[in-house]
Every structure is written in structure tokens, then in C-alpha cells.
């Protein structure tokens, strides 16, 4: 973890001497650390700015390192994520609610509508009609309308 102190004397180096910004580079900022480097923290001016913003930029930097570590602020640890849920990749879940349109269509005569989509999966309805329409680009279904209600209706015609 970073200290305020150690961020404060870095900066007091860059007032006295040609040597501004490393303040900056020690906590992080790399870009704008170089760019104080190269015109002597911006003329001085960013310079004595960074003199308020010091303790926001230690607290940003050691509150990253903490998430990094996979550790709250009071030091106990941050409970890991599931690593089954890790292993689904977004490729997975999309092929896994293709098959589920799939089923719900067959059960249907080969026709299907967004809202009938997301009752069958239980995804939402950006979801569903996402990857309908990425099965219609594809060739693997056909889109009509509903002669009455105008209603898209999604004709899987291998089915």
C-alpha cells in the first residue's frame, strides 16, 4: 500500500529540484507522471494543484491494489466469484439459448415469436430477439408477419 507521506515528499523533491511528477509515477498515474517529468509539472502550476489531490490519488491507487488482491479496505478477504460460473464463456450461452429457441420452436410447429422466445427461456427480451435475429442473418430461420396483429413471427423452416 501506498503512503501519503512518501507522496508528499516526492512532491517537495519536484518544487526544489527539475525533477517534477514523481509523486505521480509512484502512485500510478505513468502518463501524466511523464508529462510532469517533461514540462516541470506543468510549469509548476500542476504541480502545486497536486498538492489537494495527493490524498485521492494515494487512496485510488491502494483501493485498486486492495481489488487486485481480492481484499476489503478493513484487510478481510473479498469472497471469490463461483470458478464453474468462470469456465461458461458468453459463446456458450449464446449456442446454450439457441438451443432453447430451437426446443420451444419445435414444440410450436417451427414458428416462434420473440415473446413466446423468452418464455420458453426465461432470457430477457433484447436477448432473445438478439439471437433470432443472428439465427435470420444466418439463414437458419425466416421472418414473417402475423396477417392480424403484425406480430414478427420467426419460421424455423427446417423444423
Not at 525533477?19 to 509515477?25: A, M, T, V
Not at 417451427?110 to 432473445?128: C, D, I, R, S
Request: glycine residues 10%; aromatic residues 8%.
Amino acid at each position: 500500500m501506498k503512503k501519503v507521506s512518501t507522496s508528499y515528499v516526492l512532491w517537495a523533491i519536484g518544487l526544489i529540484s527539475p525533477i517534477s511528477g514523481l509523486h505521480r509515477l509512484y502512485n500510478g498515474k505513468i502518463v501524466t507522471g511523464v508529462i510532469w517529468l517533461c514540462t516541470l509539472g506543468l510549469f509548476r502550476v500542476g504541480q502545486f494543484v497536486d498538492v489537494f489531490l495527493i490524498p485521492g490519488m494515494v487512496e485510488e491507487y491502494n483501493t485498486k491494489a486492495r481489488q487486485k488482491l481480492g481484499v476489503a479496505p478493513d484487510g478481510t478477504p473479498l469472497p471469490h466469484p463461483n470458478p464453474v460460473t468462470l469456465n461458461v464463456t458468453a459463446q456458450e450461452v449464446r449456442e446454450s439459448l439457441r438451443m432453447k429457441l430451437l426446443k420451444a420452436a419445435a414444440s410450436r410447429g417451427g414458428k416462434l415469436t420473440v415473446t413466446q422466445g423468452v418464455m420458453a427461456t426465461g432470457a430477457n427480451f433484447a436477448e432473445v430477439e438478439e439471437a433470432l435475429n443472428d439465427m435470420f442473418r444466418s439463414g437458419y430461420v425466416t421472418m414473417s408477419n402475423h396477417p392480424e396483429s403484425g406480430i414478427v413471427i420467426y419460421d424455423f423452416h427446417e423444423l
